[in-house]
């Protein structure tokens, strides 16, 4: 078997994706999602000019020697906008292997180790009362584990709480909204969240919470240790990890749950914070760690220190990547939770997928390969349109390093 064709598809049903589609000569197709929010094109660019034409006439079921092939090769490594590429050509090699095996994914990754995979999803609002509803609404959609974002008093617009039109919208400007931000007056309102959250829906509901990176390790050690009693599932990206010895001081002030890692690209980026246990769930997602194959090796390094997985699944992650992630997720014995958002109505119109939500739960479904098929017309249909991720400020102006 050789590939024959390599397609890069960019398509914008409510937001950008990037899908690559590889074509054997025996007209097996596979599909890799190659979407980097809000540098979408910068992605294109490195699959249509330096990749694809590498491809063809290759084998597609070598997997691992394309993988070290197109990591090694290129001799400048890692890199969000490298790794992305990689991660589509890998998860389309998968999707091939499998339907030439007449397989689910997870099949060949050695079979299910659960019967079913559970996700979380997220609950936001500008106040408490508004938070409550939309905790209800997750609840009422069959979320079983719940993120909590809020509001902080005094600040307009806070990164992953909706504020109306705008907000729901802001993936779509042609340039960063910008936010406000104040740790401070952040550190001193979030406690009080979560005692009314556990107050109003008990001591079982799994809560997670997003610091989204801006706090300096003493901050993340205060907050971590202020959410104690309210029994967190995990505090998420509380402090910058590129610094991995900070997490040493976060690690040694709370017993609070720590989970990062959904900007890491590669295993280098964890080697501190697993070698020395400072984290307990890994975040990388499939889509922007290079695919299946290394985050399959992640994971297995993770378990030997007891570390289990949550693979990153925001709204930007295409229902390919989503779908990849499931069928690693239902295979891997340190299986932690898998981030779940869900998809507009549209966006899997573009993309039919096989895998399921039910009862807060995922199932990858029993279609050979991934489970995802494109349809390009359709997708044709809703071109590319520029967006941008947020910017934080700080209330003197200054650009928040988060």
């Known amino acids: 078997m050789k590939i024959v064709d390599a397609k890069v598809v960019v398509t914008s049903p409510g937001r950008n994706f990037v899908t690559l589609r590889i074509t054997t000569d025996e007209g097996i197709t596979g599909l890799g999602d190659a979407t980097l929010n809000g540098r979408e094109l910068a992605v294109v660019s490195y699959l249509v000019d330096h990749v694809v034409p590498l491809l063809i006439g290759r084998d597609p079921h070598r997997i691992e020697d394309t993988w070290q092939y197109l990591y090694r090769g290129a001799y400048w490594r890692r890199g969000p906008v490298t790794m992305a590429a990689i991660a589509a050509v890998d998860v389309a090699l998968w999707d091939i292997k499998a339907k030439a095996a007449g397989l689910p994914l997870y099949q060949l990754l050695g079979g299910a180790s659960r019967d079913r995979v559970r996700a979380y999803g997220h609950a936001s609002g500008r106040d408490v009362p508004e938070l409550f509803d939309s905790i209800r609404a997750r609840q009422a959609e069959g ?26 919208a802001a993936g779509r ?16 309102h979030i406690p009080g969240v979560f005692e009314a959250v ?5 001591p079982e509901l799994p809560l997670l919470h997003d610091a989204h990176h801006r706090l300096t390790p003493v901050q993340a050690a205060r907050l971590g240790k202020a959410l104690e009693p309210y029994d967190l599932f995990w505090l998420e990206d509380c402090t910058p990890a590129e610094n991995q010895e900070g997490l040493r001081l976060v690690r040694r002030q709370t017993s609070t749950p720590l989970a990062i890692g959904e900007v890491f690209n590669s295993v280098f980026d964890y080697q501190t914070l697993v070698g020395e246990q400072l984290i307990d769930y890994v975040r990388s997602a499939v889509t922007h760690f290079g695919g299946v194959t290394p985050l399959r090796k992640l994971f297995d390094y993770a378990a030997q220190y007891q570390i289990k997985s949550a693979v990153h699944g925001p709204e930007d992650i295409s229902p390919v990547g989503m779908a990849a992630a499931i069928h690693l997720d239902l295979a891997i014995h340190n299986f932690g939770i898998q981030e779940y958002s869900g998809h507009t109505a549209l ?5 039919r997928h096989a895998y399921t939500f039910t009862d807060g739960h ?8 991934i489970g995802v098929e494109l349809d390009e017309e359709l997708a044709a249909a809703h ?10 400020r700080l209330a003197d102006g200054t650009v928040h390093d988060w």
């Not at 909204?177 to 007056?185: K, N, S």
């Not at 071109?383 to 934080?392: D, E, I, K, M, Q």
């Open 383 to 392: 071109p590319y349109r520029p967006a941008y991720l947020p910017v934080n």
């Open 173 to 188: 400007h042609p340039r960063p909204l910008v936010e406000d931000w104040d740790t401070a007056a952040y550190l001193r």
């Open 347 to 351: 966006t899997d119109e573009v993309f």
């Open 143 to 168: 979320y079983q584990a719940i993120r909590v974002q809020t509001g902080v008093p005094g600040l307009a617009k806070v990164y992953g709480v909706h504020h109306g039109e705008e907000s729901a």
């Open 362 to 369: 995922l199932h990858p479904g029993e279609a050979p390969g």
């Open 198 to 202: 556990r107050g109003e829906f008990g």
